[in-house]
Nanobody
Framework: QVNLVESGGGSAQAGGSLRLPCVAS????????MAWFRQAPGQEREGVAG???????HYADSVKGRFSISEENAENTLYLQMNNLQPEDTAVYYC??????????????WGQGTQVTVSS
């Protein structure tokens, strides 16, 4: 079982930055992998960035060059650094995890989400 708690959401001006942390609590010694997703009003959920089981990192085309995903294993924390934010980045951002991750496939564990609002 994996419990995920996101924080760090809020409001920003276009061109600004935010950093989202996600703390994982895991009740097993098995390795796990994590990712960030987002869902804007009226739109489907989309993958933003993820570190998958083979160690590779993936980004959505819309955030490449602006967002960066990283992990601090000692703190069981995944980060999403978001720079040069744009109004179209406005969404609820979700942290997700699983014990085997392939980019583009579903994850089984989800956080409660944190709202990010970017104004122009």
């Amino acid at each position: 079982q994996v419990n995920l708690v996101e924080s760090g959401g809020g409001s920003a001006q276009a061109g600004g930055s935010l950093r989202l942390p996600c703390v994982a609590s895991v009740d097993t010694d098995s390795s796990y992998c994590m990712a960030w997703f987002r869902q804007a009003p009226g739109q489907e959920r989309e993958g933003v960035a993820g570190i998958v089981s083979d160690g590779s990192i993936h980004y959505a085309d819309s955030v490449k060059g602006r967002f960066s995903i990283s992990e601090e294993n000692a703190e069981n924390t995944l980060y999403l650094q978001m720079n040069n934010l744009q109004p179209e980045d406005t969404a609820v951002y979700y942290c997700a995890a699983d014990f085997w991750c392939v980019w583009g496939l579903e994850y089984n564990y989800w956080g409660q989400g944190t709202q990010v609002t970017v104004s122009s």
